[in-house]
């Protein structure tokens, strides 16, 4: 709960970049305008007008032109809009990340986790053995391993009662799979590709359920292949209406994953996205995120796991569900407090709704100034109102309130989106 509070902290203290356009007019407006109050008034002097005339007029410049709205305008803005994206779950650890996901254009989703209930089981077992003592050999090769998939089994295995032999040996081959010794005999458990280069003969067909959207684990003992599991992790109920939202909003959308390229492409379908990036090694959603920045895509990386965490950190704008690792978390410019993958188009039109009222904000604490400073110079004299000088430092002091009550009334419009 601290962690949180201090995340809404410093990002409703930092500076968005597009606060830097007001920064820069204000470091030349404030000197132009004392210039125009004292030109006004030497201007004044010299047309013959009177001392007392000639100060209410530089006064009232000065008045009307105090850039109390123009300080307001951006971190009004960004308390706000943080302020209603934690009320949806979604916290922003700065402001620039508000201000990036108003930018995005790509959206790069990770499978496991994210795009899927990141909980999968197993769903079905084939070997030419006993199938439960192919099931102990794998869980017992798995045991050691982190792998979401590996852990299915191990807990299917337990759920089952299913004996699980110790072994000895163990090793992992990223993006391929492990190996160990067990009972003596060598075990190699892994995608088909990764038993092929161990030199085992996988019978042709023996992974079609990947079209069906399953991962199929293959088990090789002593480089004879002998099974296979097969483990389905379900697509999450809201994920399909979470593309459909980033589509409609005009965002490309990819999903890339280590699992084979048909049972990627069946989740893909599932979930209505059209471009896929299937047996990717860690490393290569960081390649992925980078080339797509090379080609002038402002990129949002949205991830779960240790191996998103650089493409989490390359990306315009890292998104990290709730459920992730602390990693994931750390390298985040986002992160979710749900599991819920509407946050994720939620979130960037946060940004946009915000970035946008910056700008209206920004718009009210100028426009008054540029219309109602040639007036407090002296402008209704020229038009024969000389009446209006008395009363010009009280209207050039309720103008400049409204300006500021614009900006706060706009910035507290965001509140509603």
């Known amino acids: 709960l601290f962690q949180i509070a201090?995340?809404?902290?410093?990002?409703?203290?930092?500076?968005?970049?597009?606060?830097?356009?007001?920064?820069?007019?204000a470091a030349v407006f404030v000197p132009v305008v004392i210039a125009i109050a004292v030109l006004a008034c030497i201007g004044w002097l010299l047309a013959g007008r009177d001392p007392e005339f000639s100060l209410t007029i530089a006064v009232s410049v000065l008045v009307i032109s105090c850039p109390c709205a123009l300080g307001l305008a951006t971190p009004l803005a960004i308390v706000v809009g943080t302020g209603l994206g934690s009320k949806h779950g979604i916290l922003y650890k700065t402001a620039a990340g508000l201000e990036s996901a108003a930018r995005i254009d790509t959206v790069v989703l990770d499978k496991t986790g994210t795009c899927t209930v990141g909980h999968p089981e197993v769903v079905d077992v084939r070997s030419g053995m006993d199938a439960d003592e192919l099931v102990g050999i794998v869980a017992a090769a798995e045991s050691d391993s982190e792998h979401p998939l590996g852990e299915a089994v191990v807990?299917?295995?337990?759920?089952?009662?299913?004996h699980v032999p110790p072994h000895s040996g163990f090793e992992s081959v990223t993006g391929g799979g492990?190996?160990?010794?067990?009972?003596?005999?060598r075990v190699v458990v892994?995608?088909?590709?990764?038993?092929?280069?161990?030199?085992?003969?996988?019978?042709?067909?023996?992974?079609?359920?990947?079209?069906?959207?399953?991962?199929?684990?293959l088990a090789a003992i002593d480089g004879v292949y002998s099974g296979i599991v097969s483990i389905m992790d379900p697509v999450r109920e809201e994920s399909p209406s979470a593309v459909a939202s980033l589509k409609a909003d005009g965002i490309r959308v990819m999903m890339v994953t280590g699992d084979r390229r048909s049972t990627a492409e069946h989740i893909a379908g599932e979930l209505g996205i059209d471009e896929v990036r299937a047996e990717t090694k860690p490393g290569d959603k960081l390649e992925i995120v980078k080339d797509l920045q090379v080609a002038q895509r402002r990129v949002a990386m949205t991830g779960d796991g240790i191996n998103d965490a650089p493409a989490l950190t390359q990306s315009d704008l890292g998104i990290a569900v709730g459920s992730g690792t602390d990693i994931a978390m750390e390298s985040a410019?986002?992160?979710?407090?749900?599991d819920d993958l509407r946050s994720v188009p939620a979130a960037l039109e946060i940004g946009r709704a915000t970035l946008g009222n910056i700008k209206q904000n920004l718009f009210f604490a100028f426009v008054y100034n540029a219309i109602c400073i040639p007036i407090a110079a002296g402008l209704p004299v020229l038009l024969g109102y000389d009446g209006l000088v008395?009363?010009?430092?009280?209207?050039?002091?309720?103008?400049?309130?409204?300006?500021?009550?614009?900006?706060v009334t706009n910035a507290m419009r965001l509140r509603g989106f």
């Open 390 to 407: 008395d009363q010009m430092p009280m209207i050039s002091a309720a103008a400049m309130s409204l300006s500021s009550v614009s900006v």
């Open 6 to 25: 201090r995340m809404m902290e410093m990002a409703q203290g930092t500076k968005a970049p597009v606060a830097n356009i007001a920064d820069r007019v």
């Open 190 to 217: 892994g995608s088909a590709s990764f038993l092929a280069d161990e030199g085992v003969e996988v019978p042709d067909g023996a992974d079609d359920g990947a079209s069906e959207g399953r991962t199929c684990i």
């Open 333 to 338: 410019d986002v992160i979710l407090m749900n």
């Open 178 to 185: 492990v190996r160990c010794s067990v009972g003596g005999s």
């Open 155 to 162: 807990r299917y295995a337990e759920s089952k009662g299913i």
